[in-house]
C-alpha cells in the first residue's frame, strides 16, 4: 500500500517549506524542538531569502481594502482587549446583501490609534500562503492555518498567554521583541485554553526567566510549541508577522476515537434508569463498573485499521488540497488525450490500497477501481507529472479511462504545455 508521507519523515525534495522556518538540521528539530523546545532561527541560519514572497504591508492593504474580506476573516486587539466586529465592519454597498464587510477606513482609524490589526486564515485567501501551508502540513503531516499580526509602533496586542497548538513565527516587516516562558500547563489540548490557567500565566511572565527573549527581524523565525507563553510588543515602525500555527495532532485524539468507535456496542447504548440522578457518585458507580469492562472490550477488540478510518475522515479535510479551477478543469477533461500531461493534486492526503479491486482512500470517499490499474494508479499518485500514454499496465484508450476518473474525481490535474 502507498500513502503521502507522515509526520517526522521528509519529502523527497527535502521539506521545503519546514525549512524556511527553522535552522540547522530538521532531523535534531524534530527529535530535540518538536513539541518541546522553543527555538529561535535568524534569517542568516534559515536557507532562504526572508518571506516577502509570502506576504507584505502591502498584501495587507490589498486585502484589507480590495479583496471584500468578512468577519471572521479580520481581528483587531489593542492591549488583550478584542474589539466588537461592529466597530470595523459595515454593509457591502448595493449588489453585496451583507452587513459585515471589513470597512477600510475604519480599519485605519483603529490602526492609528494603536489597535493591532489580525488578518485570519491566510492559507485560505492568500495565494502564495494557500500554496506555502498546503505543502508544510503535506511535510509536517499535521493541519496548517495562518494569520498575520499588523502591529503599530510600540504597540502590544496580546499580552502574555499560551496557544494550544504549535506556532512558526515568519517575521516581515518592522522589529518584535517577543519574549516566551516556559509552560504552566504542558501540552494543553484545543478544549485547554490559557484563560483557564490565567493566573498561573500571569505570574509566569511576571517573575520566571524567559527561555526567549529576543527582537525579532524581517526574515527571522520562531518555533513555539504549544502551552509556551509568549507575548511580543512592535519597536520603532508598524510591524508583521505569520503566525504559522500547526493543529497538533496527540495521542488523546487516538483515546477520543476509540471512545467514538464505543457507540457500536449496543450494551454501551442502553439508557441509563428513569429517575437516574448524575450527581449521584453512588448512582454512577453502579453504572461504571458495567460500563467499564465493556470499554476496554471494545478498545481491545478495535484494529489500527478501524482506528485508521476515523481518524482519516476526522484529520486529513484540515487543509484543503492545492486550490483548483473548476472551469479550467473541466475544459482539461473535456480536452483530454494521448500525449497530455498530469500529476497528483497537490497537498491531497490519500492511501492507495492494491488488490481486487483497487482502493484509493480519500478523506472523505474511496475510489474503487480494477485490478488491472494498479500499477498506473500508482505511477499517478506518486507526485510526478506523467504523460497519458506511458502508464504501465494498460493500452492507451484505458489510461484514458483511468485518468479521466481520477480527474473527475479532483485526484489528478492537468500541467501547463
Excluded at 530535540?32 to 498584501?59: H, K, N, T, V
Excluded at 454597498?93 to 485605519?108: N, T, Y
Excluded at 453504572?287 to 484494529?303: A, G, M, N, W, Y
Aim: aromatic share 6%; with cysteine.
Amino acid at each position: 500500500m502507498t500513502t503521502q508521507p507522515e509526520a517526522g519523515q521528509q519529502s523527497s525534495d527535502g521539506s521545503p517549506a519546514l525549512r524556511r522556518c527553522v535552522r540547522g538540521d530538521l532531523e535534531e528539530f524534530a527529535s530535540s524542538y518538536w513539541g518541546s523546545q522553543a527555538l529561535l532561527s535568524p534569517a542568516p541560519d534559515i536557507p532562504a531569502d526572508g518571506f516577502a514572497d509570502l506576504f507584505s504591508l502591502a498584501a495587507a492593504d490589498e486585502l484589507l481594502s480590495q479583496r471584500g474580506l468578512r468577519t471572521p476573516f479580520l481581528r483587531i486587539a489593542k492591549n488583550g482587549t478584542v474589539v466588537g466586529d461592529n466597530q470595523f465592519t459595515g454593509a457591502g454597498g448595493v449588489g453585496a446583501e451583507i452587513g459585515d464587510q471589513v470597512r477600510d477606513d475604519k480599519v485605519a482609524a483603529l490602526f492609528a490609534s494603536g489597535h493591532t490589526v489580525v488578518l485570519q486564515a491566510l492559507h485560505r485567501t492568500w495565494p502564495p500562503l494557500v500554496d506555502f501551508a498546503t505543502q508544510l502540513s503535506v511535510e509536517a503531516g499535521h493541519p496548517v492555518q495562518i494569520n498575520a499580526y499588523i502591529t503599530p509602533p510600540e504597540s502590544q496586542g496580546f499580552s502574555a498567554h499560551y496557544d494550544v497548538h504549535d506556532v512558526f513565527v515568519l517575521q516581515i516587516a518592522g522589529e518584535k521583541h517577543w519574549t516566551v516562558h516556559a509552560p504552566v500547563h504542558v501540552d494543553p489540548l484545543r478544549n485547554q485554553p490559557w484563560t483557564d490557567h490565567s493566573a498561573a500565566v500571569a505570574a509566569a511572565a511576571r517573575d520566571r526567566e524567559p527561555v526567549i527573549d529576543a527582537v525579532l527581524r524581517p526574515g527571522d523565525a520562531l518555533y513555539v510549541p504549544r502551552g509556551f507563553l509568549h507575548s511580543a510588543k512592535a519597536l520603532g515602525g508598524v510591524s508583521a508577522h505569520l503566525t504559522v500555527g500547526l493543529h497538533t495532532l496527540t495521542r488523546y485524539l487516538l483515546v477520543q476515537e476509540l471512545a467514538a468507535l464505543a457507540a457500536n456496542q449496543a450494551d454501551l447504548r442502553t439508557a441509563l434508569p428513569l429517575g437516574f440522578d448524575s450527581g449521584d457518585p453512588a448512582q454512577v458507580a453502579q453504572h461504571f463498573e458495567k460500563v467499564l469492562p465493556l470499554l476496554v472490550e471494545q478498545i481491545q477488540s478495535t484494529s489500527a485499521e478501524e482506528l485508521a478510518v476515523r481518524l482519516r475522515r476526522r484529520t486529513w479535510s484540515g487543509n484543503r488540497p492545492a486550490p483548483l479551477g473548476p472551469l479550467a478543469h473541466a475544459a482539461a477533461i473535456t480536452s483530454l488525450a494521448v500525449g497530455t500531461t498530469v500529476r497528483l493534486r497537490t497537498g491531497l492526503r490519500y492511501r492507495l490500497v492494491p488488490g481486487d479491486p483497487v482502493l484509493l482512500q480519500l478523506s472523505d470517499r474511496t475510489i474503487s477501481l480494477p485490478a488491472a490499474t494498479s500499477e498506473a494508479v500508482a505511477r499517478l499518485c506518486s507526485g510526478d507529472e506523467v504523460r497519458v500514454g506511458d502508464l504501465p499496465g494498460l493500452d492507451e484508450a484505458d489510461q484514458l479511462v483511468v485518468v479521466r476518473r481520477l480527474m473527475t474525481e479532483a485526484v489528478v490535474v492537468a500541467t501547463p504545455h
